[in-house]
């Protein structure tokens, strides 16, 4: 396996980030939620990946979840205000702006792909596949 600087705490970042960006910046226009809006994107442009270190896990946690809960009042408003159909606030570069269906979907796929990366990580360490250590079912 290649070598990454991916960190279970950079996804969590990055997650944090996704939540933010999908379902409040791209949703209703808002500015970016602290502590996104004090980052200097263009000196750190995977700020969300390499910033984990210095965190406890508990704090990336609490970053991660309170995104999670904004996302969620927001996504709830959203509801509320139009459905599954209602259109993003921020449009794609073509002029089309994607459905909060379409945007909820996107963020599946994100969390899919992501817990894919989580799974190799302890793979790259200690070379166990799956679920159980060996031996826990070879009876």
Known sequence: MGTSRVTL??????????????FSVRLF?????????????????????????????????????????????????????????LLMAQE???GRAPSLRRTSVDLIEEYARHVGHA???????DGVVGEDPPGIHDQ
């Open 9 to 22: 705490g950079g996804l969590l970042k990055h997650l944090a980030l996704v939540e933010d960006h999908y």
């Open 29 to 85: 226009d808002r500015e970016p939620a602290s502590p996104f809006n004090d980052i200097d994107w263009e000196s750190t442009p995977n700020w969300d990946w390499t910033w984990a270190p210095g965190d406890t896990p508990e704090t990336l946690y609490a970053l991660w979840q309170s995104n999670v809960d904004r996302s969620r009042r927001s996504i709830a408003q959203a509801l509320a205000d139009g459905g599954l159909d």
């Open 92 to 94: 794609w570069p073509d």
């Open 119 to 125: 799974d190799l990580i302890p793979e790259s360490i």
